[in-house]
C-alpha cells in the first residue's frame, strides 16, 4: 500500500497553462520550497498539483482537509488489532517517507493545532515529529509539501495564520481568461466550441453577480460539469440551469436573474 508506485500519476493530466506557473513551479520544486494555491473554488489549483507530480515524476498524495481533522490524521496513529496495537502512519507521514508530493487541499478548514504538525516540515528542518511513537521522521530529500487555500469566503477567524503562511511560497490562481476557459471545456468535454464558448460567457455573467447576491462566482468545475451534460444529450439551457445555477444559490432573485441571462445567452 505505502509504495511509490501506489501514488504515481500515471497518465499525463490535461492542464492548460494560465501564465508561468509551470517553470515557477519547477523552481519552487528544485529549491524544495512549500508551495501555496490560492484561489476559488473549482479554478484548476488541483489539477495544476496533478500535472506537476506527473512532470516532475514525483508520487501524490492528496488530502482534502476538514474541520474535524486532527493532527493524528495527518500524522498517525496506533491502531487496536488482533495482536495488540500498531503503528500506522498517516498519509503526511507516508509522503515524507516516501518522497512525495503531499498536497494538502483547502488546509484552511483544518484546526489550528493541525496545522502546527506541518510547521518543522515546511522549515530548514525537513522533519515530522511523531510525538506519540517517539520518531522523528527525516523528510526524504525529494518530499514537498502543497498547499491549497481559497481566501476569498474564508471569515477572518478561518485565515491561515501569518506564521503559518510565511513558510510557503505562494501562486494565484483565478478562473482562466475567456478563451482559455473555452479550450479547457471543449478538451474536458469535447463539446463544440461556440457552445463552450456560450457557457463561458454565461459564467462570466454570473461572476459579476460575486458580492451581489453569490459568494463565489461559477467555477470553471461547473462549466465542465454543464458541458459533459450537453455531450450526453441535455439542452444548453438546462445544463446551465442545473449545474451553474442551482448548485450555487438559493436566492430566488439571483436564480430569477441567472436564468435570465441564460435565456438571453442560448
Ligand atoms: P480546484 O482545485 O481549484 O478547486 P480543480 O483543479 O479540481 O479545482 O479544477 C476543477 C476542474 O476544472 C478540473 O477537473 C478541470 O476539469 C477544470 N480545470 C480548471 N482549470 C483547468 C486548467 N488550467 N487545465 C485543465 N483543466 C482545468
Known sequence: MNDVAHFA??????????GKEIELYEAAYAARLPVMLKGPTGCGKSRFVEYMAWKLGRPLISVACNEDMTAADLVGRYLLDANGTRWQDGPLTVAARLGAICYLDEIVEA???TLVVI???????????LDKKGEQVAAHPDFQLVISYNPGYQSLVKDLKQSTKQRFSAFQFDYPE???????VCAETSIAQATAEQLVTFAQAGRRLKGHGLDEGISTRLIVYAASLIARGVSPADACRMAMVRPITDDADVIDSLDHAITAIF
Do not use: G, K, N, W
Open 111 to 113: 484546526r489550528q493545532d
Open 9 to 18: 500519476v500515471c497518465r499525463e493530466p490535461f492542464y492548460q497553462p494560465q
Open 178 to 184: 475567456a478563451s482559455l476557459e473555452a479550450r479547457i
Open 119 to 129: 510547521h518543522p516540515l515546511t522549515d530548514h528542518r525537513r522533519m515530522l515529529p
